[in-house]
Each structure stands twice: as C-alpha cells, then as structure tokens.
C-alpha cells in the first residue's frame, strides 16, 4: 500500500476561531466521530489528522472579526463522507450537545436534493458542515 499522497489532495485545512475553547467542544466531538485523531495541541491551537489530511482550529490575534460569515466571499462550508445514512442521521441527532445546530431541518436530510442525503449543521461561531452518506448514488 502506497501512504504517499497523491498530488491536488488536501495538505491541510486551517479555520480561525473567535474562542479556541468552545470551537474545540464541538470539532473535536466532531472530528473524532469521523474518525481524525488528535494531531497537534498548542497554546493558540489544535489540529486532528486524517491519513494525509489535517484540520487546523487557530484562535489567531490577527482576526478581524468575532463570527464566520459563509455567505462572504471565502469558505462557505467543509463536506465530509460519512459511510452510511445511519451514521449521518446518528451524527444529526447527537450534534446539538456538542454545540451544533441542525441547518434546513424542514429538509433534513434531503436539503441538497432528493438524491443526496446529507445533515447541514452550524457551529456556535457560524462555520457550516456538511456529513455527507457515501451510501448514496449522488455525492456533489
């Protein structure tokens, strides 16, 4: 088995948070159930690995504002797989006690369309997440 990556996969993903404290709460929960492991822990920082690809929560002194704002140009939202719909609708149903909001639950699961089952969910700071099941037909 090759672990080199492949050239064009993600290096790293770094997202600035207003409160490294509370933003932790809830990545970790998160990153944790998809199955990163903790990768690196600093004063300002934290990072969970996934094979090749880490995620990076900063709490930087250069932030120019105390909230993420997905409609401004930049990141709207990290989509991750999820292996089935079982794991996405378990994944939707314990995130609000780790600081998740369900986003469009008048649609859930289906708020990207009838052939994508996915839960849309919103951290205390505004950075949107989208579980995504591999167990579908349609993954955009």
């Keep these: 088995m090759n672990d080199k990556p492949t050239t064009g ?6 997202i600035w948070v207003p409160d490294l404290q509370r933003a932790g709460v809830s990545w970790q929960w998160l990153l944790q ?3 990163y492991t903790l990768f690196q822990d600093w004063s300002d920082g934290r990072s ?10 900063e709490q930087s002194p250069a932030l120019s ?3 993420h704002d997905r409609c401004r140009p930049g990141l709207n939202h990290l989509a991750f797989h999820v292996e089935s719909r079982a794991l996405v609708d378990a994944l939707a149903e314990q995130a609000p006690a780790h600081g998740w909001t369900l986003m469009f639950p008048d649609r ?7 052939q994508h089952y996915a839960a ?6 505004g950075f949107e997440v989208e579980l995504v ?4 037909t349609d993954q955009s």
Excluded: C, I, N, S
């Design 9 to 14: 996969t993600l290096h790293h993903v770094e």
């Design 65 to 67: 504002a105390d909230r």
């Design 48 to 57: 969970w690995r996934l094979g090749a690809t880490y995620l990076v929560l």
């Design 33 to 35: 159930a998809l199955g």
């Design 133 to 136: 099941a591999t167990d579908m």
């Design 120 to 125: 849309y969910l919103e951290d205390m700071d």
């Design 108 to 114: 859930h699961p289906h708020a990207g369309g009838e």
